[in-house]
Nanobody, 118 residues
């Protein structure tokens, strides 16, 4: 199993930056893919959208609309994945959830709220 704990969310003004962290309970070099999804306020869980993902080989994937503003990275020594978010917009307001794919199963964190004020 994999436990994931997110941190770094909060309230920020439009144009600001935040860095989210996702700490995993096991060595992340053993996890095939980790990443972030987000869920807009009031949206059901089925509408959670991919923000970014990163594989063991550091191959990254981003939602097209977020390329250039968001950067995902991993620190294997700290078993942590990061999401650097720059140029935040009010429409980025959402719950941000870390996930991991490990041995064919998906694991999710509890989420961290990001609120961007205009």
């Amino acid at each position: 199993q994999v436990q994931l704990v997110e941190s770094g969310g909060g309230l920020v003004q439009a144009g600001g930056s935040l860095r989210l962290s996702c700490a995993a309970s096991r060595m992340i070099f053993s996890i095939s893919t980790m990443g972030w999804y987000r869920q807009a306020p009031g949206a059901p869980g089925s509408q959670r959208e991919l923000v970014a993902s990163i594989g063991r080989s550091d191959f990254t994937n981003y939602a097209d609309s977020l390329k250039g503003r968001f950067t995902i990275s991993r620190d294997n020594a700290k078993n942590t994945v990061y999401l650097q978010m720059n140029g935040l917009k009010p429409e980025d307001t959402a719950g941000y959830y870390c996930y991991a794919q490990y041995l064919g199963r998906d694991y999710w964190g509890q989420g961290t709220q990001v609120t961007v004020s205009s």
